[in-house]
C-alpha cells in the first residue's frame, strides 16, 4: 500500500495520506481506519495472486484444498435450485471456483476452509487462470489459516464421526476419564476411530 501526498488522486487519498503518515490515531483520523485496513487488505490480496492453474488433473476427486474466500454471490438460480458462487485463492494465491448449494451456512469473504474437492474444470477468466471445482466433503469446516493441516484433518474426521452418530447411533467417545476432563483431539479421534470400525465390524458378521 503506497498512499502519499504524491500518490494521492484525490481528497480521500490525501485524506488517507495524512492518517497514515501519524503513529497515532485520533478522534480525526479514526473514521478512515476501516479504509486504511481494506486498501492494506487489497494492496496484499494483489501481492499474493498467482496467475496458474491447480496442479491436479482435471477429474482428480479427493484434493484436499485450503481455501480463502475473496468473493461471494449467494443465491444464484442453478440446475439443481439455488446455488452459491465462490471465488477462493489457495495457499500460494492460485484462483479456485465453486457452485455450492445455498445452505446459509457458508463462508464469507474472508474466512479460511478446508475441503475435499473434485477438478472439474481450468479455464480463463478476464485473463486470469481459474480451477473449478466440486465440493465432496460434508459441510463446511472453517480454520485458521495458521493451523497445522495434520490436526484439521483430524477435526474433519472428527466431524464425520459425529455426523455418523447422528446418523447410525454407532458413537461412544472415551469413557475412562476423570469426570469434566476432556480428552486430547487426537486421542478423542483413535477411541470414536475404534468404535466406528468395532461397530462396522460387527455390523459386517451379523
Do not use: C
Request: charge should be positive.
Amino acid at each position: 500500500m503506497n498512499i502519499t501526498d504524491e500518490t494521492a488522486r484525490n481528497d480521500f487519498e490525501h485524506n488517507l495520506a495524512v492518517a497514515l503518515a501519524r503513529d497515532y490515531v485520533d478522534r480525526d483520523t479514526m473514521p478512515y481506519a476501516p479504509w486504511i485496513v481494506k486498501k492494506y487488505r487489497e494492496a496484499t490480496t494483489k501481492r499474493e495472486e498467482l496467475n496458474e492453474y491447480r496442479p491436479e488433473e482435471i477429474g482428480d476427486d479427493s484434493v484436499t484444498m485450503r481455501l480463502t474466500v475473496t468473493f461471494k454471490k449467494p443465491g444464484l438460480q442453478g440446475y439443481y435450485g439455488l446455488q452459491d458462487l465462490y471465488v477462493f485463492r489457495d495457499e500460494v494465491g492460485r484462483t479456485v471456483k465453486l457452485f455450492a448449494r445455498s445452505d446459509g451456512e457458508g463462508p464469507e469473504v474472508g474466512e479460511t476452509i478446508e475441503l475435499v474437492a473434485e477438478l472439474r474444470k481450468k479455464d480463463e477468466y478476464k485473463g486470469r487462470k481459474q480451477t473449478t471445482i466440486k465440493k465432496i466433503s460434508r459441510g463446511w469446516l472453517r480454520v485458521d489459516p495458521a493451523e497445522p493441516h495434520e490436526r484439521v484433518a483430524l477435526r474433519a474426521r472428527a466431524r464425520e464421526l459425529l455426523h455418523h452418530k447422528r446418523v447410525k447411533g454407532a458413537w461412544r467417545g472415551p469413557t475412562d476419564r476423570p469426570r469434566g476432563q476432556r480428552p486430547d483431539l487426537a486421542e478423542w479421534v483413535v477411541k470414536a476411530e475404534q468404535d466406528y470400525q468395532k461397530r462396522k465390524a460387527e455390523e459386517a458378521g451379523a
